[in-house]
């Protein structure tokens, strides 16, 4: 607090607030430096957590593998079985499961790291989305996932083995399955941060549902089209089933947007 001279006959002086004690102005008490040194210690946070549930899940990582690859081997032809060709592959493949599945047990922990970090450049008011950003992108996570696993991921399978015939044996290889796993699941699990995106844009005012809802048709199609181009058949009835949850995600988006953003934007 300092002391300003008031001009006039009767000099005096009256108190105001310097600058740097603006509590609500966004990274105002943060250098660069300081900003490094914030991002540095989320990340150690971070992967130690990782680490932590990465050994838990390598503990169980024979049931692990069961339960991850149950989609797979119930769509294999009979006589088909995984198959590995390198000495360390089936070795390689039991850290790559328990890393995912760590990562999923640390997923609430990361993403309150990630707010911790970025907190500090919100204003008051803002700072106050910390649990529904939390939960919201951990269910998309988890939600994707699941979506991958029981869905869409044994659909892949079961049309790869389709060309399974008595002079082709479809016997895939382990590190080329779960390969093809892994990537899908990053889709899915990005695909389903949806709802997360939406709530901030209308927080923030960006986007509102009246604006959702008048771009519903083109958000259908471009759903569709996306459908497409991911799923390796061109049957309407495949196309749905994948299109069906985005679709889903988007009315759960206008319902978020109605909730908690204004119901027009003003100028």
């Known amino acids: 607090m300092s002391l300003v001279p008031f001009p006039g006959p009767h000099s005096g002086a009256y108190p105001i607030a310097p600058d740097d004690e603006d509590d609500d102005s ?56 995984l198959i590995y060709t390198e000495p360390g592959e089936a070795f390689s493949l039991y850290i790559q499961l328990s890393l995912i599945v760590g ?15 970025i907190a500090p450049g919100l204003y008051a008011n803002e700072k106050k989305m910390a649990i529904p950003f939390v939960l919201l992108s951990t269910l998309g996570f988890v939600g994707g996932a699941a979506f991958n696993h029981y869905i869409m991921f044994p659909w892949m399978m079961a049309f790869f083995a389709s060309f399974n015939t008595q002079d082709l044996v479809f016997m895939p ?31 923030m005012r960006v986007i509102t549902a009246r604006f959702l809802i008048s771009q519903f048709k083109y958000a259908v199609l471009l759903i569709f089209i996306i459908s497409a181009v991911i799923t390796p058949t061109g049957d309407p009835v495949t196309q749905t089933v994948f299109a069906a949850p985005m679709i889903g995600l988007y009315v759960l988006g206008i319902a978020i947007a109605w909730v908690v953003g204004p119901k027009r934007l003003k100028e």
């Open 26 to 81: 966004p990274g105002a008490k943060m250098s660069f430096l300081e900003h490094l040194d914030e991002l540095r210690k989320r990340i150690v946070y971070s992967l130690s957590a990782v680490g932590i549930a990465l050994l838990v899940a390598f503990t169980f990582i024979t049931k692990i593998y069961d339960f991850l690859m149950a989609p797979t081997m119930k769509h294999l032809p009979a006589g088909s079985k």
């Open 103 to 117: 990562v999923l047990m640390a997923a609430p922990f990361i993403m309150y790291q990630l707010w911790l970090f």
């Open 173 to 203: 290889k382990l590190d080329s399955v779960f390969s093809l796993y892994t990537k899908f699941l990053i889709a899915m699990a990005a695909v389903f941060q949806m709802p997360t995106l939406v709530f901030f844009l209308a927080k």
